[in-house]
């Protein structure tokens, strides 16, 4: 079982690496695609989510024996699966183990930290500090709490229970939209059968579903403005999600309203400078991290070893 592993490795412990070595993995960060060879032996690829190109027929060319790609995250966007399956080649993701999933919180505990930026604008008392002001716009800073806030949840998968869990010692109400999902036994966070009332109803409004073909563009200008007077609107899903250009075209009507990001549209393909909401960032109006929220090396290690797991399986099988 030949593999080649393109994500992030460096910091994996020494056991991990070894059980790698064990299947005769060859271990390469590839962010763009002439960091790969022109042709590739492997029959397994654990491909790096973070990379800065689409897994197409072209890139898929180069792999003629290829049986498997695993991707060590749960999105797949950066895949084209329509190629994979018209050459026959199985994709397996970290939802292949959504109970092994459910130990990794490092992109939930990011939204968290996003939420709460948001709404007291670290960055922003950071950046008067580094321009040589003490106080002297406290009007600028003036942030708010999360203590009896709204908090609705678009999506309540695993980062929307975590933030769930996270909000309520904090004192918030938690609302979530998610027409997948049995409502709770014990009622806590409250189901909304509409997303138009989560967004009429919330303060704070995280999303955090995942992008499928229904809920690519599902973030229209319509939605967003319903928001509440002063909310707070925070992506760490998939820039996909949000119809940018309508989207910054409510955040330029509406002052009173807060968007902070760590995705945008076409980062997968290296467009995110393309993205409708770098000029917004630029001018200071809005918040963007570039996709770090499942950066962590405890995250990072743990969906290493998952995969590792599922290739396991698939070397038994073989």
């Not at 939204?111 to 321009?131: A, I, K, P, Y």
């Not at 409004?205 to 939605?223: A, F």
């Not at 119809?243 to 076409?266: I, K, P, Q, S």
Request: aromatic share 6%; glycine share 8%; with cysteine.
């Amino acid at each position: 079982m030949k593999v080649l592993f393109t994500a992030p490795h460096g910091f994996l412990s020494y056991p991990v690496r070894t059980r790698y070595d064990e299947l005769g993995t060859r271990f390469l960060e590839a962010w763009y695609p002439e960091e790969l060879d022109d042709k590739h032996d492997e029959i397994t690829w654990v491909t790096n989510p973070g990379q800065h190109f689409v897994v197409d027929d072209a890139i898929l060319d180069r792999f003629p024996r290829l049986e498997l790609v695993s991707t060590p995250s749960t999105g797949t966007n950066h895949l084209d699966l329509e190629a994979c399956a018209n050459r026959g080649i199985r994709v397996i993701s970290l939802l292949d183990d959504r109970n092994a999933l459910e130990g990794i919180s490092a992109s939930a505990e990011y939204t968290f930290l996003m939420l709460l930026n948001g709404l007291r604008r670290l960055d922003l008392g950071m950046q008067e500090v580094r321009e040589g002001r003490w106080r002297s716009r406290e009007d600028r800073l003036r942030g708010r709490e999360l203590q009896g806030k709204t908090v609705g949840l678009v999506g309540l998968g695993r980062i929307g229970r975590k933030l769930a869990a996270y909000c309520r010692p904090f004192g918030c109400d938690v609302l979530y939209y998610d027409p997948y999902v049995t409502p709770p036994a014990d009622g806590s966070p409250a189901r909304v059968p509409e997303l138009e009332a989560l967004w009429e109803g919330s303060d704070v409004i995280v999303i955090c579903c995942q992008l499928t073909v229904e809920t690519r563009s599902m973030i229209r200008g319509d939605l967003i403005e319903r928001a509440r007077l002063g909310a707070l609107i925070v992506n760490t899903s998939r820039g996909e999600i949000v119809d940018e250009n309508e989207l910054c075209d409510v955040l330029r009507r509406r002052d009173d309203l807060t968007f902070c990001a760590d995705v945008v549209t076409g980062e997968v393909e290296d467009r995110h400078e393309d993205s409708p909401l770098m000029d917004l960032f630029r001018s200071g109006r809005i918040v963007l991290t570039p996709h770090i929220a499942g950066a962590t090396t405890e995250s990072q290690e743990k969906a290493a070893v998952i995969t590792l797991h599922l290739l396991e399986s698939e070397a038994r099988r073989w």
